[in-house]
């Protein structure tokens, strides 16, 4: 009986200790980024400038501003919330499809990301994205001329931003009803909901919003399954369109192209 009873406390003190760790280190599995400062934004692109994004905690982070040719310019600024791994380098090709179609994008990169400095967390990331809210309006776009673009975490980002700073519209790809969600996916024997820091409720911040919202998503994503995006449609306030992409995963090239930048144009057109 001894030996029993020693047994389960030593199983109670590993598990103890792994939901600790999982407290303390579990950051480090949701942020992923690019810590590498990727440059001026005119060795990129042809109209491209480097901004500063003023946080309200006192970060100054780099982010690049690309206008349109003048021909082609909607008068629509697109803030670009990005998921959680890599930098805005990444980016580049569908922000230059954005471009193309007439759109100033503001491409941000978070606390931590790109060479600025910090570290991300659900609140830094919000008032990053504050930030950079402000930095288009103070470059002269009224809130009826923004739209916000969310990528999978970024979804979350752009949800809250949202809700305090209503803009003419949303555009989530790949997002979740909120990210313990998809922490169950991943990690379904872990008490997730009891040790996650950061929850990015993006439904909660949606469901009765009235900024019309286009949710994109591939039927092939094993990042952010198909249902829970679909789960985020069924709920916004205000669905304009529901695009799924068949047989597309989280990552592939249309997640980052064409079909993605098709959907923001709809938006602002109709």
């Known amino acids: 009986m001894n030996t029993v009873i020693k047994a389960a406390g030593v199983v109670v003190l590993i598990v103890a200790a792994l939901l600790v760790l999982g407290w303390v280190f579990q950051r480090?599995?949701?942020f992923l980024p690019d810590k590498t400062d990727p440059g001026s934004a005119l060795a990129r692109f042809d109209y491209g400038q480097d901004v500063t994004l003023s946080t309200a905690d006192?970060?100054?982070l780099n982010a690049w501003l690309i206008s349109p040719e003048a021909t082609v310019d909607r008068e629509i600024g697109l803030l670009y919330a990005p998921g959680n791994g890599g930098n805005r380098a990444g980016r580049v090709g569908i922000a230059q499809l954005l471009v193309d179609e007439g759109f100033t994008v503001l491409l941000m990169d978070y606390r931590g990301y790109g060479g600025n400095p910090g570290s991300p967390s659900e609140e830094g990331l919000a008032d990053d994205a504050v930030a950079a809210?402000?930095?288009l309006v103070n470059r002269g776009f009224e809130a009826e001329?923004?739209?916000?673009?969310g990528e999978s975490i970024g979804t979350g980002v752009v949800a809250r931003l949202q809700d305090s700073h209503p803009p003419a519209g949303v555009v989530l790809r790949s997002p979740f009803p909120d990210?313990?969600?998809v922490a169950g996916e991943h990690y379904p024997y872990l008490p997730v909901q009891l040790l996650l820091r950061d929850r990015f409720e993006t439904v909660e911040y949606l469901q009765d919003s009235q900024v019309p919202t286009t949710v994109v998503y591939g039927s092939a994503d094993n990042i952010v399954p198909a249902d829970l995006s679909a789960a985020v449609a069924t709920e916004a306030g205000n669905l304009h369109e529901e695009l799924v992409l068949q047989d597309v995963g989280h990552n592939d090239a249309p997640m980052f192209g064409q079909p993605v930048v098709d959907a923001?144009?709809?938006l602002v057109s109709e």
């Open 58 to 60: 006192g970060l100054e």
């Open 133 to 135: 809210f402000d930095a």
């Open 145 to 149: 001329n923004i739209i916000y673009f």
């Open 28 to 30: 480090s599995l949701v």
């Open 179 to 181: 990210f313990a969600a």
């Open 264 to 266: 923001a144009v709809r």
